[in-house]
């Protein structure tokens, strides 16, 4: 399957869905017992049991159905039924420079993605055989104010974005950019957490996939910059920045490092996924030392002796 090499989605999990792979995690089963077990409707008309279970899974692929019929995880039961294959490609041998990517950048109401922020502009830049392929970007009406102190950042207002699409609107748009590429960014887990929050809230689908951050990379690859900001690391690669703290500017010039990074990681012998996860990888036994709290602490033996 192609798009296990980079993003896709899939509808979240519900309540029910959960009750159903834990009854199934046992093995197949029949879908009267299965609709009867989850929704406690023992003995549910075969006809209204299957519409229930059509609906409930359709679209989820951990869920399957033998050949007789009954209901089935897909991957917890492939092999030990026989009923089929549920084996993901060997993802680890993909070539660096055959796989493509999309570097995303988003700029927010604030940091709070969980809870209150929203998104103000999103961007996204694929690169493909070490070349830009397409860019996209749009403004994002965060349906609630934007603090001073991100306009002053940003330079995006309210003004700007009070006519602009809600993400519901360009949902679509964004799912089709992502769809199938590595999701890359300066700082992943921040646009990573955005965009699927994003996605989860406006369509209901979990956003899955491989994901790349260049600030990882960069510490591997440029040990020697005191920085591994966007700034330092585009500086160092003579990468210039047009619209610095813009989702379309800064998302563009971290495609731009990407590809050079990629070329880097080539000459260290970085050519496969695996190859790079190994790399990145924190070697076993070495930790950041912890800080000393400078909190008071109680005294718990006599020091003074």
């Known amino acids: 399957m192609e798009l296990s090499r980079g993003v896709y989605s899939e509808p979240e999990d519900t309540l029910l869905t959960s009750r159903a792979q834990q009854f199934l995690s046992a093995g197949p089963a029949d879908v009267v017992d299965l609709i009867g077990h989850i929704c406690s409707l023992p003995g549910a008309p075969r006809i209204v049991a299957e519409h229930m279970a059509q609906a409930m899974f359709s679209g989820r692929p951990q869920f399957g159905r033998t050949a007789d019929g009954r209901w089935m995880l897909v991957e917890k039961t492939a092999e030990a039924y ?98 199938g590429n590595v999701f890359v960014a300066h700082n992943a887990t921040f646009d990573w957490r955005f965009v699927s929050n994003e996605i989860s809230r406006t369509t209901g689908h979990q956003l899955r996939g491989r994901r790349l951050c260049t600030v990882k990379i960069a510490r591997k690859v440029l040990p020697q910059l ?69 909190l008071p602490t109680p005294v718990t033996r006599d020091t003074t002796a």
């Open 226 to 294: 005191p920085r591994r900001s966007l700034d330092y690391v585009a500086r160092y690669y003579g990468v210039e920045i047009h619209n610095r703290h813009r989702a379309g500017g800064d998302a563009l010039a971290t495609a731009k490092c990407l590809v050079r990074m990629l070329s880097d990681l080539s000459d260290r012998g970085c050519s496969t996924w695996g190859d790079l996860q190994s790399f990145l990888r924190v070697p076993a036994g070495r930790r950041k030392k912890r800080r000393h709290s400078g």
């Open 82 to 179: 026989q009923v089929r294959s549920s084996r993901k490609p060997d993802t680890h041998s993909d070539s660096l420079h055959r796989l493509s990517y999309v570097v995303v950048d988003t700029e927010t109401t604030g940091g709070q993605s969980m809870t209150y922020d929203r998104i103000t502009e999103f961007a996204a830049v694929v690169v493909r055989n070490g070349e830009i392929a397409e860019v996209f970007e749009t403004l994002v009406n965060p349906l609630r104010s934007i603090p001073p102190f991100v306009t002053r950042l940003t330079n995006i207002t309210w003004d700007m974005v009070k006519n602009a699409p809600t993400f519901e609107r360009v949902a679509p748009e964004v799912m089709r950019v992502l769809e």
